[in-house]
């Protein structure tokens, strides 16, 4: 008698997450990636979370989180579970950085910016996997990269690939000034939430690669990709805090919806506009088609 092999099919439920980093409120392009993923989500009858990215004390703005938080329940953007918080996941991230340390894929690095610049690297080539200066007292921590392409097709952008020597280098997954790095911390959270799909800026698609390898190397699924056109002003720069993008409007919801489902490439009926927000939710849920999203990187 042979004995019953267990099944290796697990089927995920749609997971999908809306994390922003608490520097200051959301402007019109964060809230359209979080009216995008929630929609996503909702539209395949699955868990929409909410976690607040507050890796970087410095960047972060007092009272940011919970102006977010509201922001977003006066949108009807309401989430499933407990908010995850970065700032209490540090044990996690120095967890894997161990794992990466046994498999001898980490170093650490003393050069600055300046130095890299000095050599003429576009990248960083690898110069301190040999050893580093010992005499600096800070040093970040980097992750050896392969001489590899990574080929992936975003829902939205369609087929990509990166040579992540190339075009990413050796990356730094602990700062010198001792924060983790954002590539690090993202991927183990998307996995500890058991993320399945991740929509999010067009100006994140870069990062995809080097978040890709860490999956590699921690022996992690990959979610979904897909990469939503950004907002910009009229400089074509990012909506961001950097660009003095003005937080989103609270006047009027229910028409801030009904442009963003419009940019979303969602053809919403005129006479939407008018309704409840919940009306233009509801009708975003049931007509949600990801294909119809602008392939371009910017509105
Ligand atoms: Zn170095």
Redesign the pocket.
């Known amino acids: 008698m042979t004995a019953q092999k267990p099944s290796s099919i697990s089927v995920s439920m749609p997971t999908g997450r809306f994390a922003p980093s608490p520097t200051g409120p959301l402007h019109y392009g964060s809230l359209l990636a979080a009216v995008a993923s929630y929609l996503n989500i909702r539209a395949q009858n699955g868990t929409w979370l909410v976690r607040i990215d507050d890796l970087d004390p410095p960047r972060e703005m007092a009272g940011a989180a919970s102006d977010i938080l509201h922001t977003l329940e006066s949108f009807g953007l309401h989430w499933d579970r407990d908010i995850v918080y970065q700032s209490r996941r540090l044990r996690a991230y120095d967890e894997a950085l161990k794992m990466l340390q046994k498999k001898e894929l980490i170093y650490p ?3 600055s910016r300046k ?1 890299i610049v000095k050599r003429g690297e576009s990248v ?1 080539a690898g ?2 996997r040999n050893g ?1 200066n010992t005499a600096q007292k800070h040093y970040a921590i ?1 992750i050896k990269v392969p001489q590899q392409t990574l080929s992936w097709s975003d829902m939205i952008q369609g087929p990509q690939s990166a040579s992540l020597f190339q075009d990413y280098g050796d990356f730094i997954v602990r700062r010198a000034d001792g924060l983790h790095a954002y590539h690090l911390a993202v991927v183990l959270d998307d996995a500890n939430q058991g993320i399945t799909e991740s929509i999010r800026g067009a100006d994140l698609l870069p990062s995809t690669s080097a978040q890709m390898y860490l999956q590699q190397v921690l022996d992690i699924k990959p979610p979904q990709y897909a990469h939503i056109p950004v907002a910009v002003n009229s400089f074509g720069e990012k909506l961001s805090k950097q660009s003095g993008a003005a937080p989103v409007s609270m006047r009027d919801p229910a028409r801030t919806l009904f442009k963003m489902l419009r940019d979303l490439g969602q053809q919403p009926p005129h006479d939407l506009e008018t309704c409840s927000i919940f009306d233009i939710l509801h009708w975003g849920e049931k007509n949600w088609d990801l294909q119809k999203i602008s392939a371009g990187k910017t509105l």
């Open positions: 690095c003393s050069c130095d960083y110069h301190c580093h980097r």
